[in-house]
């Protein structure tokens, strides 16, 4: 798996839009970059992959740098039930799917 | 939409007894994940089956066993249980091993005294 680098912390003002960043120089041509979200003690919530190209579905949108050794998160309009820590993860290839879970970024979103 | 469920939603056992954990994936889903997440940590990756074979082992105790029935659920037993495994179990559904999206349940919270 891709090494992932990730902010420990971060905070937001409820309806704006939350950037995470995140690092990952080492990920290989076939990873795909993943983000997780977990709010305190649920399962993890899956948000939203890329491979290449940027992404956008209803909850989010990635950013992926074309050398593609970093990427952002974006959540457009932060609220309150956003509080969670988000986790960036490199996966596919050999790993078979896995999931690592590194040290992601506590995003508190407040009012 | 149904999702993934686990049970017991809760656990106490004693050290050196045997639990079994049980999880049910989302319909048609035929790849089934289990993590472990102890306390203040970071949920790690136990084992995956893919229609009812071993795919992947991560860091699994060899104390602990795992298996996908026919119906494609999955059950993680766990035997000489030791302080250090509580925690909380998270198992997980996909459709396909590769390249998609993962759906959690709700988790086992193990407590081992």
């Known amino acids: 798996d891709a090494k992932t680098t990730q902010p420990p912390s971060m905070d937001c003002a409820e309806g704006r839009a939350a950037n995470l960043p995140c690092n990952h120089s080492?990920?290989?041509?076939?990873?795909?970059v993943y983000w997780y979200r977990q709010i305190h003690s649920q399962g993890p919530q899956y948000i939203i992959h890329g491979l290449k190209n940027n992404e956008t579905n209803e909850m989010a949108s990635l950013i992926i740098t074309e050398d593609r050794k970093s990427s952002t998160l974006i959540l457009p309009h932060a609220t309150l039930r956003d509080t969670a820590v988000y986790y960036c993860i490199g996966t596919g290839g050999s790993t078979l799917g896995r999931l690592y879970f590194g040290r992601g970024t506590q995003l508190t979103v407040w009012p | 939409a149904a999702g993934v469920i686990q049970s017991p939603r809760h656990l106490i056992k004693e050290k050196r007894e045997t639990a079994t954990l049980k999880c049910y994936p989302i319909?048609?889903?035929?790849?089934v994940y289990w993590y472990q997440q102890g306390p203040g940590q970071d949920p790690q990756f136990l084992i995956s089956?893919?229609?009812?074979?071993?795919?992947d082992k991560g860091s699994i105790p060899d104390r602990f066993s795992a298996q996908q029935f026919s119906d494609y659920h999955s059950e993680l037993n766990m035997s000489s249980l030791e302080l250090g495994d509580s925690a909380l179990y998270f198992c997980?559904?996909?459709?396909?091993?590769?390249?998609?999206?993962?759906?959690f349940g709700p988790g086992t919270r193990l407590t081992v005294l």
């Open positions: 319909p048609r889903h035929d790849t």
């Open positions: 997980a559904s996909s459709l396909g091993a590769l390249y998609n999206e993962q759906f």
């Open positions: 080492t990920i290989s041509g076939n990873e795909y």
């Open positions: 089956f893919y229609e009812k074979m071993q795919s």
